[in-house]
């Protein structure tokens, strides 16, 4: 079974950055591909990015685009998403996901595993 933590949320003013972690066990992640979803209350989870494990590829949300960036890190089996320049609109819970098969995925229903989640707060 895949076991995926978050960690990394917290409160930021509008501008600053913050650096979430996601860290996976369970399995030998070379065939799957990682992605961020959040979701902001009283709205649907949304896709943030995703990456192959290699790191080869990355995809990206059109909201997010040129301030986040999602990255691997192998040897600690560890999924980063680094927020730059946050917004308030970007105030979510932000999950990390695991998917077994296939190619980069920007739906819900493309993942396998989720993590719980972490909090991210910006304030104007």
């Known amino acids: 079974q895949v076991h995926l933590v978050e960690a990394g949320g917290g409160l930021v003013q509008a501008g600053g950055s913050l650096k979430l972690s996601c860290a996976a066990s369970g399995r030998t992640f070379s065939t799957y591909t990682m992605g961020w979803f959040r979701q902001a209350p009283g709205k649907e989870r949304e896709f943030v990015a995703a990456?192959?494990?290699?790191?080869?590829?990355?995809y990206y949300a059109d909201s997010v685009k040129g301030r986040f960036t999602i990255s691997t890190e192998k040897t600690r089996n560890t999924v980063y998403l680094q927020l730059t320049n946050l917004k308030p609109q970007d105030t979510a819970v932000y999950f990390c996901a695991a998917r077994r098969w296939g190619d980069i995925s920007s739906t819900v229903m493309g993942y396998d595993f989720w993590g719980p989640g972490t909090q991210v707060t910006v304030s104007s």
């Open positions: 990456v192959t494990w290699s790191g080869d590829s990355t």
